[in-house]
């Protein structure tokens, strides 16, 4: 069961609609939001599929500039790390530092 | 004349003690006092920029990964000589396993208990070890002997009780080996070892010998007896592959009707003889 | 013992590699394809370090007992590079310091106090063998540079934090023989 | 309280994302919060820059640290020292028993407190009968508590009557002191941490802060990378250190030549007209020589002229040319706001007085001082070496609230707020550190208390004074947690309570009074040295049959040491001894500490001052209420410092002097030690904590690239180190660390080949008697390959 929290970049004049919108749907979770169009939000979903389709939705939204990962939790899997059934495909180019924050 | 009676096997005694030594000492060395000069046992064995490896150990390496690496070839080439001249003399002088056995067999005789080869397979079972091992290892993509190989395995429990103060399980094996000498002699390195058969078939034309004088023999046996790898040396087969040259024979013999001998006619030892798959 | 004679199972995971996460071979080891191989278990690399960073591990571990091993998070590698000049049989083969590629350290960030901002770390940093090229500091948080990055281990050993926030994967050791491997290898 | 997993999980996707834009929310996921029962508050007692900190305890046992975010000094911020420290309170290596030798070279054995304070005060008193009151001497600690300090040197000038009371901020602080004092006419800096939010320009000399003083580092890379632009960070120091990576400018100069380089800057500020003409007129003179006669500006601009940054770029070497230093200079002068922060490099140089004036001459000339953001600012070493030993008459020559000793109007002011006699504090300043401990080399002290402190491992060249401290004849008592390399040379071992395991206060850096709170019970028989000294001076009092002595601590009798008697003698020094002086802290009693967790900067004269925080800058009218109190005419600023009748702030000239020992054809390289952030000066602490000695074992040697190279040395090999004095043997790190023809080594290791103060050079100041530890020449040379190497800890 993945959750997700993203960082929304939304042009502010459209934040206060979309906020509205965003309270409607019973995955998603706004935790923060500044006037610089930023929108702090967790989504939970059944599986990473459900994920991507809920992100693709969002992301048609009026007024959503763009939507982005910046922490994904699949308890599952992390499970079955922890227990050493399986490895971790390990993805380098997260860590660049020019794409660090 | 008697002063020459047992002369062989106190010399080869003192080889083999050395040689243990080596082994034995090295880890602590290495240890306790960071000397580095000499590493490793008898798989390959470093002293300075000398090294040394096992040719059969250097030949799964390079049958197995499919690639070679001079330096490796380098390694063996001073062992492949000596078995191409000395025949098995690793086996009889140096090998950990045999020295063992032999602290083994004189506990034994101490302890006044006596022993039969109880089992004897035909001697061809010693070639098929080494074929079977090499063929085995390249199936499973893996030199067998390497991590399983009784007289590397000492080397290795050695350092690792050294080093790690733990021994290895594979150890068992060392155990094993010296187990089924209570049944038969040196049942493993007649039958089983396939570095010994490696070293024989190098040694096929060997320049040393144990030749018999027929105008001395008594055919008294007792250098039958004495073999410990079970050959008779009274039927000549002190000359044959599997013999390793440890003399035990020739100390036995009372009437040095066998005595160490070059091959008088010029043997055709090829030169270009690289140890092959059969 | 079984799966001793499971013959070329090895990549069908029944005979596993004991390379993992922080568990790597030593310096210039050949890819783990063939490094059970190529190693005759001569345990020359494992005497000759001063550092007792290389074990040598036993039947527990199938074909691959005898083979050395490095756990970094017991005892990192010090790269002194005396294993890879004993090597007898080019399983290490002999590179030099900087050339070393154990592996890739990975700072897990959610982990990491000096990322999670609680606290200011740079351990690693400080202790890394090519500091300010492999691990830079950035805004203080520590980054790996994967170009320069031995895989040495230094940082995990020295992490401070359980479980470690930076481990090393061992990402070289599954690569395909790469060109210069064969290179060396065809002399 | 507790947080379902999935909350858990749900809150962290949350900060994570929040965090990479910048944005606080309101969350909190702080496991170890709930792990403890309680949190106590208090001072972090590693470095100067006193970040306050939470020791959390779960049933009467520590188990976290953490910071807070409301603090000001640290934002909730703390390094891996201030993090993982709570593991030594019960630590299994502490000192819990009074251990007693009769000889050196007997093993110790232990004793009960009656008889460990009897023979304290026996050898005490034996020597002052036969040797006179100047044969004993007290050597404490920038890390005691203020308290601690004030009482031990109360009981030794005015019960023992010697001024021989000496501390280890003499080996770092002194020449800031010496600086200050000349060039402000009042120790201390005049801002504070808050300048460095308002700051433009950051000239950072002689401190790798980033190692030394992490957290507060933080501040200024904040600043910095907030506003890349607008912000300018100017690093001095012969050797890149984490603390130039974030530096705009990096000036690589020789070691030693910093005095050419400063005053090179101040002949382009005065060549090119830089300087504010108003407020050189206003506010300061120009000074020159021992005897501080006042001299003209022309005269100055003489002066300077012989120092053109083309004869500056030709003495400092490394990668100064004159356009740097000019521009470098130009930046000095035009940007809006100026801050200089400098520590050890600048403090610990054989003219380490005239270095602190050069610095502060820069800001007299421009007049980047007292506004938001300007300031001169000398870091502190050690948590406490400004509150206690600065403030609290830790050193041989003042008296607490900045008392000169000599000065016999103060000396008696003293002495009447005492309430003891006339003449019963000696008129001599006592012997300063290294005179102090050539003193016991030469067998002048007979008894020493050293407190707190390790000077056999601390002290400049240090073989040679633990050979008077292994003489006989002298008997030495430590008062520490754990054993030390002092320890191993002690007759008399008396184990102390630690940090939060008794009450005090630390002043840190920036003037600011922090008071810790007994958290927790002190492991066995340890006991705090408030007690200790109480105790031992009432002993005193009756083997020397001297009534005085027992009125030093007269006002302390039966008072509970673990918060009552800390209490009373921090309300003794404070109403008492700081009332009316620049350091005044009147208004910091325990209850307004105990109600302002970040504690109180001084000057806070009064109750209502204190707990608005106290001053922030000093001698502007409106900020300090004693520039106002003692203001003399309607300017601003007030300079009001004790040191300066004129209330003006004095520009100084002052020549170049390279330094004591330079490299020559024998020595060629430059050594230079210094610190790594997870260690604590000699480790005797931080070598405890697993953690912290995982990471670094060793000291090691740092070598630049192209030396490593030219001399066959690869990374990890082992090096002979070897000065006039002595040898070490070290493991090379090779890296672009130190310039060329320069190395540095850590200080923190124990083991005795690796202990780098055996070979550094004993020379000091002789304004501030400062030893420099910075400096001196060595050769190295290859020993063999990497050699594993264990960690040292002196254990019992």
Same mark, same amino acid.
């Given at each position: 069961?993945?959750?997700?929290?993203?960082?929304?970049?939304?042009?502010?004049?459209?934040?206060?609609?979309?906020?509205?919108?965003?309270?409607?749907?019973?995955?998603?979770?706004?935790?923060?939001?500044?006037?610089?169009?930023?929108?702090?939000?967790?989504?939970?979903?059944?599986?990473?599929?459900?994920?991507?389709?809920?992100?693709?939705?969002?992301?048609?939204?009026?007024?959503?500039?763009?939507?982005?990962?910046?922490?994904?939790?699949?308890?599952?899997?992390?499970?079955?790390?922890?227990?050493?059934?399986?490895?971790?495909?390990?993805?380098?180019?997260?860590?660049?530092?020019?794409?660090?924050? | 004349?008697?002063?020459?009676?047992?002369?062989?096997?106190?010399?080869?005694?003192?080889?083999?003690?050395?040689?243990?030594?080596?082994?034995?000492?090295?880890?602590?060395?290495?240890?306790?006092?960071?000397?580095?000069?000499?590493?490793?046992?008898?798989?390959?064995?470093?002293?300075?920029?000398?090294?040394?490896?096992?040719?059969?150990?250097?030949?799964?390496?390079?049958?197995?990964?499919?690639?070679? #690496?001079?330096?490796?070839?380098?390694?063996?080439?001073?062992?492949?000589?000596?078995?191409?001249?000395?025949?098995?003399?690793?086996?009889?002088?140096?090998?950990?396993?045999?020295?063992?056995?032999?602290?083994?067999?004189?506990?034994?005789?101490?302890?006044?208990?006596?022993?039969?080869?109880?089992?004897?397979?035909?001697?061809?079972?010693?070639?098929?070890?080494?074929?079977?091992?090499?063929?085995?290892?390249?199936?499973?993509?893996?030199?067998?002997?390497?991590?399983?190989?009784?007289?590397?395995?000492?080397?290795?429990?050695?350092?690792?009780?050294?080093?790690?103060?733990?021994?290895?399980?594979?150890?068992?094996?060392?155990?094993?080996?010296?187990?089924?000498?209570?049944?038969?002699?040196?049942?493993?390195?007649? #039958?089983?070892?396939?570095?010994?058969?490696?070293?024989?078939?190098?040694?096929?034309?060997?320049?040393?010998?144990?030749?018999?004088?027929?105008?001395?023999?008594?055919?008294?046996?007792?250098?039958?007896?004495?073999?410990?790898?079970?050959?008779?040396?009274?039927?000549?087969?002190?000359?044959?592959?599997?013999?390793?040259?440890?003399?035990?024979?020739?100390?036995?013999?009372?009437?040095?009707?066998?005595?160490?001998?070059?091959?008088?006619?010029?043997?055709?030892?090829?030169?270009?003889?690289?140890?092959?798959?059969? | 013992?079984?799966?001793?004679?499971?013959?070329?199972?090895?990549?069908?995971?029944?005979?596993?590699?004991?390379?993992?996460?922080?568990?790597?071979?030593?310096?210039?080891?050949?890819?783990?394809?063939?490094?059970?191989?190529?190693?005759?278990?001569?345990?020359?690399?494992?005497?000759?370090?001063?550092?007792?960073?290389?074990?040598?591990?036993?039947?527990?571990?199938?074909?691959?007992?005898?083979?050395?091993?490095?756990?970094?998070?017991?005892?990192?590698?010090?790269?002194?590079?005396?294993?890879?000049?004993?090597?007898?049989?080019?399983?290490?083969?002999?590179?030099?310091?900087?050339?070393?590629?154990?592996?890739?350290?990975?700072?897990?960030?959610?982990?990491?106090?000096?990322?999670?901002?609680?606290?200011?770390?740079?351990?690693?940093?400080?202790?890394?063998?090519?500091?300010?090229?492999?691990?830079?500091?950035?805004?203080?948080?520590?980054?790996?540079?994967?170009?320069?990055?031995?895989?040495?281990?230094?940082?995990?050993?020295?992490?401070?934090?359980?479980?470690?926030?930076?481990?090393?994967?061992?990402?070289?050791?599954?690569?395909?023989?790469?060109?210069?491997?064969?290179?060396?290898?065809?002399? | 309280?507790?947080?379902?997993?999935?909350?858990?999980?749900?809150?962290?996707?949350?900060?994570?994302?929040?965090?990479?834009?910048?944005?606080?929310?309101?969350?909190?996921?702080?496991?170890?919060?709930?792990?403890?029962?309680?949190?106590?508050?208090?001072?972090?007692?590693?470095?100067?820059?006193?970040?306050?900190?939470?020791?959390?305890?779960?049933?009467?046992?520590?188990?976290?640290?953490?910071?807070?975010?409301?603090?000001?000094?640290?934002?909730?911020?703390?390094?891996?020292?201030?993090?993982?420290?709570?593991?030594?309170?019960?630590?299994?290596?502490?000192?819990?028993?009074?251990?007693?030798?009769?000889?050196?070279?007997?093993?110790?054995?232990?004793?009960?407190?009656?008889?460990?304070?009897?023979?304290?005060?026996?050898?005490?008193?034996?020597?002052?009968?036969?040797?006179?009151?100047?044969?004993?001497?007290?050597?404490?600690?920038?890390?005691?508590?203020?308290?601690?300090?004030?009482?031990?040197?109360?009981?030794?000038?005015?019960?023992?009557?010697?001024?021989?009371?000496?501390?280890?901020?003499?080996?770092?602080?002194?020449?800031?002191?010496?600086?200050?004092?000349?060039?402000?006419?009042?120790?201390?800096?005049?801002?504070?941490?808050?300048?460095?939010?308002?700051?433009?320009? *950051?000239?950072?000399?002689?401190?790798?802060?980033?190692?030394?003083?992490?957290?507060?580092?933080?501040?200024?890379?904040?600043?910095?990378?907030?506003?890349?632009?607008?912000?300018?960070?100017?690093?001095?120091?012969?050797?890149?250190?984490?603390?130039?990576?974030?530096?705009?400018?990096?000036?690589?100069?020789?070691?030693?030549?910093?005095?050419?380089?400063?005053?090179?800057?101040?002949?382009?500020?005065?060549? %090119?007209?830089?300087?504010?003409?108003?407020?050189?007129?206003?506010?300061?003179?120009?000074?020159?020589?021992?005897?501080?006669?006042?001299?003209?500006?022309?005269?100055?601009?003489? *002066?300077?002229?012989?120092?053109?940054?083309?004869?500056?770029?030709?003495?400092?070497?490394?990668?100064?040319?004159?356009?740097?230093?000019?521009?470098?200079?130009?930046?000095?002068?035009?940007?809006?706001?100026?801050?200089?922060?400098?520590?050890?490099?600048?403090?610990?140089?054989?003219?380490?007085?005239?270095?602190?004036?050069?610095?502060?001459?820069?800001?007299?000339?421009?007049?980047?001082?007292?506004?938001?953001?300007?300031?001169?600012?000398?870091?502190?070493?050690?948590?406490?070496?400004?509150?206690?030993?600065?403030?609290?008459?830790?050193?041989?020559?003042?008296?607490?609230?900045?008392?000169?000793?000599?000065?016999?109007?103060?000396?008696?002011?003293?002495?009447?707020?005492?309430?003891?006699?006339?003449?019963?504090?000696?008129?001599?300043?006592?012997?300063?550190?290294?005179?102090? =401990?050539?003193?016991?080399?030469?067998?002048?002290?007979?008894?020493?208390?050293?407190?707190?402190?390790?000077?056999?491992?601390?002290?400049?060249?240090?073989?040679?004074?633990?050979?008077?401290?292994?003489?006989?004849?002298?008997?030495?008592?430590?008062?520490?947690?754990?054993?030390?390399?002092?320890?191993?040379?002690?007759?008399?071992?008396?184990?102390?309570?630690?940090?939060?395991?008794?009450?005090?206060?630390?002043?840190?850096?920036?003037?600011?009074?922090?008071?810790?709170?007994?958290?927790?019970?002190?492991?066995?028989?340890?006991?705090?040295?408030?007690?200790?000294? /109480? %105790?031992?001076?009432?002993?005193?009092?009756?083997?020397?049959?001297?009534?005085?002595?027992?009125?030093?601590?007269?006002? =302390?009798?039966?008072? %509970?040491?673990?918060?009552?008697?800390?209490?009373?003698?921090?309300?003794?020094?404070?109403?008492?001894?700081?009332?009316?002086?620049?350091?005044?802290? /009147?208004?910091?009693?325990?209850?307004?500490?105990?109600?302002?967790?970040?504690?109180?900067?001084?000057?806070?004269?009064?109750?209502?001052?204190?707990?608005?925080?106290?001053?922030?800058?000093?001698?502007?009218?409106?900020?300090?209420?004693?520039?106002?109190?003692?203001?003399?005419?309607?300017?601003?600023?007030? =300079?009001?410092?004790?040191?300066?009748?004129?209330?003006?702030?004095?520009?100084?000239?002052?020549?170049?002097?390279?330094?004591?020992?330079?490299?020559?054809?024998?020595?060629?390289?430059?050594?230079?030690?210094?610190?790594?952030?997870?260690?604590?000066?000699?480790?005797?602490?931080?070598?405890?904590?697993?953690?912290?000695?995982?990471?670094?074992?060793?000291?090691?040697?740092?070598?630049?690239?192209?030396?490593?190279?030219?001399?066959?040395?690869?990374?990890?090999?082992?090096?002979?180190?070897?000065?006039? /004095?002595?040898?070490?043997?070290?493991?090379?790190?090779?890296?672009?660390?130190?310039?060329?023809?320069?190395?540095?080594?850590?200080?923190?290791?124990?083991?005795?080949?690796?202990?780098?103060?055996?070979?550094?050079?004993?020379?000091?100041?002789?304004?501030?008697?400062?030893?420099?530890?910075?400096?001196?020449?060595?050769?190295?040379? /290859?020993?063999?390959?990497?050699?594993?190497?264990?960690?040292?800890?002196?254990?019992?």
């Amino acid at each position: 069961m993945p959750i997700g929290g993203f960082v929304v970049h939304v042009q502010p004049e459209e934040k206060e609609e979309l906020l509205r919108e965003l309270s409607r749907h019973p995955q998603v979770e706004v935790f923060g939001h500044d006037e610089k169009g930023h929108l702090i939000v967790v989504l939970e979903t059944e599986t990473s599929e459900e994920m991507e389709a809920l992100v693709e939705e969002l992301s048609r939204l009026r007024g959503v500039i763009n939507f982005n990962l910046a922490y994904l939790h699949a308890e599952d899997e992390v499970k079955k790390i922890e227990a050493g059934e399986i490895k971790p495909e390990i993805r380098f180019h997260r860590l660049r530092p020019e794409e660090s924050s | 004349m008697s002063g020459k009676k047992r002369r062989y096997s106190r010399w080869r005694l003192a080889v083999q003690t050395a040689a243990f030594l080596v082994i034995l000492i090295n880890p602590f060395l290495n240890y306790y006092w960071q000397f580095s000069f000499v590493q490793g046992w008898y798989q390959s064995l470093g002293i300075g920029k000398l090294w040394f490896v096992s040719p059969l150990e250097g030949l799964e390496s390079i049958l197995v990964s499919k690639t070679v #690496y001079l330096p490796l070839l380098i390694g063996m080439l001073i062992p492949v000589l000596l078995a191409l001249f000395l025949g098995r003399v690793f086996c009889g002088w140096i090998c950990p396993i045999h020295f063992l056995s032999e602290l083994e067999d004189r506990l034994l005789r101490l302890l006044r208990i006596k022993r039969r080869d109880l089992w004897r397979l035909p001697r061809m079972v010693f070639w098929f070890a080494l074929i079977g091992e090499l063929l085995l290892s390249m199936i499973i993509g893996a030199p067998l002997f390497v991590f399983l190989s009784p007289p590397g395995l000492v080397g290795r429990e050695i350092m690792m009780a050294v080093f790690f103060h733990t021994l290895a399980l594979e150890g068992v094996i060392v155990v094993l080996v010296l187990t089924l000498n209570l049944f038969t002699r040196r049942f493993f390195c007649r #039958y089983l070892c396939p570095l010994g058969a490696l070293l024989a078939f190098l040694g096929s034309k060997r320049r040393l010998l144990v030749v018999k004088r027929e105008e001395e023999c008594l055919k008294c046996g007792l250098c039958d007896r004495a073999c410990p790898l079970g050959l008779s040396p009274s039927q000549g087969e002190g000359a044959s592959l599997y013999c390793w040259n440890c003399g035990e024979c020739v100390d036995a013999c009372r009437l040095n009707a066998l005595a160490f001998r070059w091959r008088a006619i010029g043997p055709r030892v090829q030169s270009d003889s690289q140890p092959r798959d059969e | 013992m079984g799966s001793l004679l499971l013959p070329r199972l090895a990549h069908a995971g029944l005979l596993k590699s004991p390379v993992g996460i922080n568990h790597l071979r030593p310096p210039g080891a050949v890819p783990e394809e063939i490094f059970p191989a190529k190693c005759i278990r001569c345990g020359r690399c494992a005497e000759i370090c001063s550092y007792r960073s290389i074990r040598v591990l036993d039947i527990r571990y199938g074909v691959y007992a005898g083979t050395p091993l490095i756990n970094v998070e017991e005892v990192p590698c010090y790269l002194c590079m005396k294993c890879v000049d004993v090597c007898p049989t080019g399983t290490l083969r002999r590179v030099s310091q900087e050339e070393v590629r154990m592996g890739l350290a990975v700072i897990n960030r959610r982990q990491c106090v000096t990322w999670r901002g609680l606290a200011l770390c740079r351990t690693c940093y400080n202790v890394c063998p090519f500091k300010e090229k492999a691990i830079h500091l950035d805004q203080l948080r520590p980054v790996i540079d994967e170009r320069f990055c031995t895989g040495c281990g230094l940082c995990v050993h020295g992490c401070p934090l359980t479980p470690k926030a930076i481990n090393i994967e061992p990402v070289y050791a599954f690569e395909r023989k790469s060109r210069d491997v064969r290179e060396e290898e065809a002399l | 309280m507790a947080l379902s997993r999935r909350e858990f999980l749900k809150r962290t996707a949350a900060l994570t994302a929040a965090s990479l834009v910048g944005m606080n929310l309101p969350l909190k996921v702080d496991r170890a919060q709930a792990d403890a029962d309680r949190w106590v508050r208090g001072t972090c007692r590693f470095c100067g820059v006193g970040c306050r900190v939470e020791l959390g305890i779960k049933d009467g046992r520590p188990v976290a640290i953490r910071g807070v975010p409301q603090s000001r000094t640290n934002m909730g911020y703390l390094c891996m020292k201030g993090m993982l420290f709570y593991q030594l309170m019960r630590h299994p290596d502490r000192l819990t028993k009074p251990l007693y030798r009769e000889s050196k070279k007997e093993k110790f054995r232990e004793i009960s407190w009656e008889e460990a304070l009897s023979i304290a005060a026996k050898k005490f008193a034996e020597s002052i009968k036969n040797h006179g009151p100047d044969s004993v001497a007290y050597y404490g600690s920038g890390q005691a508590l203020t308290e601690e300090t004030y009482l031990f040197q109360k009981i030794m000038r005015a019960g023992l009557r010697t001024n021989n009371v000496e501390g280890n901020p003499r080996l770092c602080m002194a020449s800031a002191v010496g600086g200050y004092i000349t060039s402000f006419g009042a120790d201390e800096p005049i801002g504070s941490y808050a300048d460095i939010e308002q700051a433009f320009c *950051f000239f950072i000399i002689g401190s790798n802060m980033a190692e030394a003083h992490p957290v507060l580092f933080r501040r200024v890379m904040r600043r910095k990378l907030d506003n890349p632009r607008e912000v300018t960070v100017i690093n001095a120091d012969p050797r890149r250190s984490p603390t130039s990576r974030i530096a705009d400018i990096h000036l690589q100069f020789k070691p030693g030549t910093d005095l050419a380089l400063l005053n090179a800057m101040a002949y382009v500020i005065v060549e %090119e007209k830089l300087y504010n003409e108003d407020f050189l007129n206003n506010y300061c003179t120009f000074r020159v020589g021992k005897e501080k006669k006042e001299v003209s500006f022309e005269d100055y601009k003489k *002066f300077i002229s012989a120092y053109t940054p083309e004869k500056a770029a030709d003495i400092c070497g490394g990668n100064i040319t004159p356009d740097l230093i000019r521009k470098v200079a130009r930046i000095f002068a035009t940007s809006p706001a100026t801050m200089s922060l400098w520590t050890m490099g600048i403090n610990q140089r054989i003219r380490g007085v005239w270095a602190n004036n050069l610095i502060h001459n820069l800001h007299l000339l421009t007049g980047q001082l007292c506004r938001p953001g300007a300031d001169s600012f000398s870091l502190t070493g050690q948590p406490n070496a400004c509150g206690g030993v600065r403030e609290g008459g830790g050193l041989c020559h003042i008296l607490p609230g900045h008392r000169p000793v000599k000065v016999d109007k103060l000396r008696h002011e003293v002495e009447d707020l005492w309430g003891v006699p006339r003449g019963r504090i000696p008129a001599k300043p006592g012997y300063h550190t290294i005179a102090m =401990f050539s003193a016991v080399n030469e067998g002048k002290i007979k008894a020493i208390w050293i407190n707190c402190t390790s000077p056999a491992q601390s002290l400049p060249n240090c073989d040679k004074y633990r050979k008077g401290m292994a003489r006989e004849d002298v008997f030495i008592i430590v008062t520490d947690i754990f054993p030390t390399k002092t320890t191993e040379l002690a007759n008399l071992i008396l184990p102390t309570a630690f940090h939060f395991e008794k009450t005090g206060v630390f002043g840190c850096t920036e003037r600011r009074s922090q008071l810790t709170l007994k958290a927790i019970d002190p492991p066995g028989e340890a006991k705090p040295e408030v007690w200790i000294a /109480r %105790e031992w001076a009432l002993k005193l009092a009756e083997e020397l049959n001297d009534p005085v002595i027992k009125k030093c601590v007269e006002p =302390f009798l039966g008072l %509970e040491p673990g918060y009552e008697l800390p209490k009373a003698i921090w309300t003794e020094y404070t109403q008492k001894l700081t009332a009316g002086r620049d350091n005044d802290l /009147r208004g910091a009693t325990y209850e307004v500490l105990q109600q302002l967790p970040d504690g109180v900067q001084w000057p806070a004269p009064t109750k209502e001052w204190a707990l608005k925080g106290g001053t922030y800058k000093k001698f502007v009218r409106g900020l300090d209420p004693l520039a106002d109190e003692h203001a003399i005419d309607e300017k601003p600023y007030q =300079f009001y410092g004790p040191a300066h009748k004129d209330h003006k702030l004095w520009v100084w000239l002052r020549p170049y002097k390279g330094p004591a020992e330079e490299p020559d054809a024998e020595y060629p390289f430059y050594l230079s030690t210094g610190r790594v952030i997870d260690h604590w000066h000699t480790s005797s602490m931080t070598g405890r904590i697993k953690e912290l000695m995982r990471a670094n074992p060793y000291a090691y040697i740092e070598i630049n690239p192209k030396d490593a190279q030219r001399l066959g040395i690869k990374p990890g090999d082992m090096v002979l180190v070897e000065t006039r /004095r002595g040898k070490n043997i070290l493991p090379a790190k090779v890296y672009e660390g130190p310039m060329e023809g320069m190395v540095f080594v850590y200080w923190y290791d124990m083991a005795e080949d690796r202990m780098i103060n055996r070979v550094t050079k004993d020379a000091f100041d002789p304004g501030s008697k400062e030893p420099e530890f910075k400096i001196c020449a060595c050769r190295i040379k /290859r020993l063999s390959g990497p050699k594993p190497l264990k960690p040292y800890l002196v254990r019992l």
